[in-house]
């Protein structure tokens, strides 16, 4: 029998959830509590009987930590992490500065003889990963990546951290060619005023380089559904033949996906050597359980 | 500067062919030469300045032997080329034989302390890599392989192979599902009877698990084209929740891309560990030249 993979969630919030329900229905994996800021707090019910605590170092035996954390907070989660020897497994979706993130949890992880998996979510993620087999078989030509529509987990979180903000919701739209107008959707914290908001989110680094509209509401919560989607599409040359026509499609539910991807790149933390790693640096069949064979066998 | 990988051209046939193309277009690559059955014959006007050998002991300094020979005879080459240290890459396209290939390989390439890229076509090999991302991030659930309208090599290059025929393609129609049907079109050898031919493809092991109809035409090479393509698709659930949504889609000129998904996996025998590995057993990262920090600062 194969050990059990035991994991902490680190942040319990919306993929901290349903990061919960992926580990409920994955056989090799064990998990040993959850992190959060206020443990001494009433706990929903569904975490009934499960050890939660305001530190990792109050959990024992742990093999990986799940973090579902803020983006810009991974950093610091991640080199507690790995610096108590526990490998980690990050959504970090800054598309720009995943390079660098790799740089740092590269040598911390090395130091302590641990594994960082890093940017483990959809895209960047298992977006990555097909995004890079397309350059290879298709080596000249062009890849769009078409987001939802759907919600931006990261971009409403984004909205949610700016001043005079109560409630967010942010969609992405595609408007073809890898380009997307962002509707956002707020509710205003008393006492300010709607145009110096949606100035401060028009100029976030998460929204200046696109088309953006900031719609006031009243209710956030009754337009929020977990859908999105992705269409990649690659048109390009192979060898010296042209017109080879790739594409990739999918419609899921956002933070689900996310959850899987991340218990699938627990399962690689767990394999590899030392080192950081993104996803397109790993074998796909590590991110399945139990041995190679009956995987090559199925899907090869 | 980078080491330029040596290939050698197993087999000079339509992959074959292609192959000597993608190398022209890949500038980490550099032709050692051609190895042949028949090298002393005139050799067609592209060949000229290349060495063509009748053995891959003839050539010096080989990386990689590119194996563009029949599938029933990827065995016996892969065995010889790895058996004189060299690593090779093959097409190995009978999907249930795959685990024995690969086992096979595996002690040879371990003995000899080289690497063997076994299955590296697209169905086998990239579709494999999708179909294990699409299993990894929704484990749950049923991926449809819908191939064609299209040429199958493999099953053409059966048909050729069987007595009575003198010329032959062979079509591959999606039904849906994963469920095709054979159309098989063939110029009969003179002396031969329909009936009796007829029945030998239908019996053969590539034609009797499908809808299979025998067409008898005067003109085989009037009808071939080699456009193909496939369109995967998989339904399921990640984690708790239902109604995941993937699918990718290629259409593409069938060597072009196997050809170039063999150049693809010659990068990663390179760099691999001794032993025989399937294409979701490398990092896709690993098909593309160069260093990987640039990808993944494309990519990711």
Avoid at 265 to 291: F, K, M, N, Q
Wanted: hydrophobic content about 40%; charged content about 25%; proline content about 4%.
């Amino acid at each position: 029998m194969n050990k059990k993979v035991k994991v902490a969630i680190v942040g319990y919030g919306n993929i901290g959830k349903y990061t919960l329900e992926a580990i409920k229905q994955s056989e090799d994996f064990s998990l040993a509590g959850i992190v959060r800021r206020n443990p001494n707090e009433e706990q929903p019910q569904e975490l009934a009987g499960i050890p939660v605590v305001g530190s990792l170092g109050a959990l024992k035996d742990v093999d990986v930590a799940l973090l579902c954390v803020p983006t810009r907070s991974v950093e610091k989660y991640a080199v507690d992490a790995l610096s108590r020897g526990v490998a980690t497994v990050d959504t970090f979706d800054i598309h720009g500065d995943i390079l660098e993130l790799r740089r740092t949890l590269n040598d911390v992880a090395c130091k302590h003889k641990t594994t960082a998996v890093i940017a483990a979510g959809w895209d960047p993620g298992s977006d990555s990963v097909v995004r890079t087999m397309m350059e290879a078989i298709v080596p000249r030509g062009i890849t769009y990546t078409n987001f939802g529509p759907g919600m931006s987990m990261g971009h409403t979180v984004a909205v949610k951290a700016i001043e005079g903000v109560e409630k967010a919701l942010s969609m992405t739209i595609p408007v073809g060619t890898g380009i997307h107008r962002r509707m956002v959707y707020i509710e205003l914290k008393e006492g300010y005023s709607a145009g110096e908001v949606i100035q401060r989110i028009k100029e976030d680094d998460y929204f200046k380089h696109d088309e953006t509209h900031v719609l006031i509401v009243d209710d956030v919560e009754a337009l929020i559904d977990m859908g999105h989607g992705v269409h990649m599409t690659r048109k390009g040359v192979s060898g010296a033949t042209h017109n080879q026509l790739l594409s990739f499609d999918m419609k899921i539910n956002n933070p689900a996906l996310t959850a899987q991807v991340m218990i699938c790149a627990a399962r690689a933390a767990v394999r590899l050597s030392s080192g950081a790693y993104t996803l397109p640096e790993i074998a796909p069949i590590d991110l399945l359980p139990g041995d190679r064979e009956q995987w090559i066998k199925k899907l090869c």
